[in-house]
């Protein structure tokens, strides 16, 4: 016990350096050390410590000994030392980032004018038409305007119009009343008038879309999978991610692939060790 003592104080070995001394132990070149040690032992035993007043033969048993000492002590240290950054490493998750890049639609409002004409109306004296003309804006038009007027009016007394929106039809109506009779109870003239609906509305036209990058960082360990959850961005369909892995000392992998917002990664094609899927807005990678 003081012996393997002896040797973990030259090797500076902790408590935690237990596996390391182990493996130098039962290296090749420390058993034959061992082996040399234990004839050191044995020699200094079986040499007498003067013999005809020489000291040779004693001083060339403790030598070997110490030597053989030395050798182990060396060998231990050397498997601790090659141990430790392995150990740091360990210690040291990979970082990782991850950029999804979106294809974000961007909308333009655009306001449309419309006309439309319901055709002339004829009237006697006296009497009364009652025309009215539709439009139907298309569907996502909003901020509509609508006016009624009357136009190519001839021998009209008296005319009424206004306009009204439901839903995404535009409706105009109107009445226009003819002129009086004579005195003698005659129709000097039949008149006419066409009722006309014009106005506005605005809608929204998609222009070129953007690209979005959406970034997520954090860590991993390699060997192992982690499922990273990709914020969406709202109106947009991604279209290419990016994954960094890296070291303390700096970038150690990298992948980029296409992705289909509908059906996840559409090729898989990756640079190096990194390995990954993509599905309901997750994104699973390992790194080997």
Same mark, same amino acid.
């Given at each position: 016990m003081q012996l393997i003592s002896s040797v973990l104080l030259l090797a500076g070995a902790g408590p935690t350096d237990v596996s390391p001394i182990l493996k130098a132990v039962t290296d090749p070149f420390s058993l034959l050390a061992l082996i040399v040690l234990v004839l050191g032992l044995i020699a200094t035993r079986w040499v007498p410590r003067k013999q005809d007043g020489k000291m040779g033969p004693?001083?060339?048993?403790?030598?070997?000994?110490?030597?053989?000492?030395?050798?182990?002590?060396?060998?231990?240290?050397?498997?601790?030392?090659?141990?430790?950054?392995?150990?740091?490493?360990?210690?040291?998750?990979?970082?990782?980032?991850?950029?999804?890049?979106?294809?974000?639609?961007?909308?333009?409002?655009?306001?449309?004018?419309?006309q439309v004409g319901g055709g002339l109306v004829n009237f006697g004296c006296e009497d009364t038409a009652h025309p009215a003309v539709t439009y139907t804006v298309p569907n996502g038009a909003h901020d509509v305007t609508a006016v009624a007027e009357w136009r190519n009016t001839d021998h009209a007394k008296g005319q009424t119009q206004f306009a009204t929106v439901a839903g995404n039809m535009v409706i105009a109506s109107g009445t226009i009343t003819g002129e009086d009779r004579n005195w003698v109870r005659k129709c000097p003239a039949s008149g006419h008038g066409e009722l006309v609906l014009r106005g506005t509305y605005t809608i929204d036209q998609e222009k070129?879309?953007?690209?979005?990058?959406?970034?997520?960082?954090?860590?991993?360990?390699?060997?192992?999978?982690?499922?990273?959850?990709?914020?969406?961005?709202?109106?947009?369909?991604?279209? *290419?991610c990016e994954i960094v892995v890296s070291s303390t000392a700096g970038e150690?992998?990298?992948?980029?692939?296409?992705?289909?917002? *509908?059906?996840?990664?559409?090729?898989?094609k990756f640079d190096g060790p990194i390995k990954a899927s993509w599905a309901k807005g997750k994104l699973t990678v390992s790194v080997d």
């Open positions: 004693h001083i060339v048993a403790l030598s070997i000994l110490v030597a053989s000492i030395l050798v182990i002590a060396l060998n231990i240290m050397r498997y601790i030392n090659t141990a430790k950054p392995q150990a740091e490493e360990a210690q040291h998750p990979l970082s990782i980032t991850i950029n999804i890049t979106s294809d974000k639609k961007t909308l333009t409002p655009t306001i449309v004018p419309f070129e879309p953007v690209q979005v990058v959406n970034t997520v960082a954090g860590f991993i360990a390699a060997g192992k999978e982690e499922t990273f959850a990709i914020p969406g961005v709202a109106g947009s369909n991604a279209t *290419r150690i992998a990298s992948a980029t692939v296409p992705l289909n917002s *509908r059906v996840g990664v559409e090729k898989p």
